[in-house]
């Protein structure tokens, strides 16, 4: 897992910081591990995330524990602990009937 | 030019002839025609004016049928003999039977008739048995004829008349076989125009053959008399039917009368309060498309940021996605919890949870939505919920699976109808996972039942399924039963986007 390279090339900034690992966990069962400041907005590593995964941002929802993890807010104000994980899903919708066809 | 004038007359021609033929009868007879109907048909042509004659002689010579029969039925067998023999002997026969022994035969009269009826028969029996022998000495040579008659005499059938048969052979070679060979009765003989009553008779005989069988009873008949003996058993049938359909209503009757007075009691009229014309105006203006990229209402709870844009899935024919429901459920939440009394105890989980239980390696994975369920997270134990309503997203279709604790069974409700055991297993296996790892108990679940909710309101199109869904969850906290269907759909609609709007689900 490259876990350094990464997370020092999304945020560079100096150790003062206090940094916090966190996980990314796509459908497709790839993880991806960040370290990123808890003092930022979470929606930067997001959008980095997506960038890098060639994920439309907006087709996305990140779910933290649960929950659609709130985007302008930083890890410390979501209580985000080190290791923790972010489910990574795409948006859903649904009608009916191709999927009885499917099944 | 010329070619066409020639043809203009000859179709003149078809017109003036006394009898009207089809066309394709007397052209092929210009030609030189082999065949011996063909040949009749001129013939018939000629003598036309003697039809009534003809035609009355079919009636006197019906009763001669069962006799000349069988004779037919063997000489269709051989057409090849007729189309090769029958030509020129029909010619010679006109002349024969003018001569000889055809008035003879009139003029004898009955006993000769009869006399000349056997030896037809005899000789038919001859052929048949010589076949072969037959076939080769088609040729009209007298010795061969007698041949005939010598093994006729071998045979030893009818030794006197087969030694009177033999004299006449020797005198008319040809007729008695061109005769056979148009299957003519023999009676007929009289007839001046034999040939045309022969055609006429064949005529006969094939229309009659087709008819009468050996029982003599009209083939429609039969059939028609077959088909009447099915009569009593479709009565009975149909008598039946109509019987079990009563029964049918009558058990029908009883169940939905129980759930209508339940249903009946218990709905609430909030459940289709009609909404105001001030409600209607703001659904109108949410879904009008100058709100697409304007936030129209954040839910802090859920974090969820409804735009007009989202919003526009509640427009009736669009599918709804992920952040309404989702919303919408966590409404019903919140309704649950400010008036605890009135509603079931509840756990909804999102659209995601079930996508990420079975995520990963081997289709279950509960320690990726462990975290999902505490305490500290949700304000309450998932345990002690009544039910908990699991979303079940499809690539294109959503379903609602509930883990139902109050009735101890696990239920699957799908508007179209679907069915899926995993869903069942997989349920089944978290909640004794999530009951082992929240209490540290295990519990045994053997006994819950499984149920695919069949009686329940049916989607009718193809992008209510959402609707349907939440709706069922709706109506399941509430613990009453799913009286509602397709009608409906278009006002849930507008009072879905009404609720989210206000963020308050009634």
Known sequence: ?103 | MGALTINRKRGDDYFKSPAPISPSFDCSCAHVSKKPKLSNSMNQNIVEFDRPLSAKSVNSRISEYPDSKPRFTREVHAPVRTSRFGFCASKNKIEYSDTTEERSASRMGNIYGTLKLRLEKAKLSAIKTLRYVGKENESVEKENEKEFIEIDDEKGRQDDVSEDLSVQEVEIVDLPRSKWKEGNGVSDTSRVNAKEDSMENMMDLMLLDQEPDLSGVPVHRKLYDSAKKRDDKLGNLSFSIELQEKLFQRLQLFRPQKKVEEAKKDVPKECFMPLTEEEEAQVAWALSNSNRRRILVSHKNSNIDITGEILQCLKPGAWLNDEVINLYLDLLKEREKMEPQKFLKCHFFNTFFYKKLIGGRGGYNFQSVRRWTTQKKLGYSLLECDKIFVPIHKEVHWCLAIINKKDEKFQYLDSLRGVDAKVMKVLAKYYVDEVKDKSGTDININSWEQEYVVDLPEQENGFDCGMFMIKYADFYSRDIGLCFNQEHMPYFRKRTVKEILRLKAE
């Not at chain 1, 960040?34 to 590593?45: A, E, M, P, W």
């Not at chain 1, 290791?83 to 948006?91: P, R």
């Open chain 1, 1 to 103: 897992m490259a876990i350094s390279s990464k997370a020092k090339r999304s945020i560079g900034t100096p150790n003062l910081h206090p940094k916090i690992m966190l996980c990314m966990k796509s459908q497709d069962g790839d993880e991806v591990h960040y370290r990123v400041r808890r003092d930022r907005k979470i929606q930067s590593l997001l959008m980095a995330y997506c960038k890098e995964k060639n994920f439309e941002y907006k087709a996305m929802v990140f779910v933290y524990d649960g929950r659609k993890l709130p985007v302008k807010r930083t890890p410390d104000e979501i209580g985000m602990e080190d290791e923790d994980c972010i489910d990574v899903f795409m948006h859903q919708s649904g009608g009916g009937y191709l999927a009885s066809t499917f099944e």
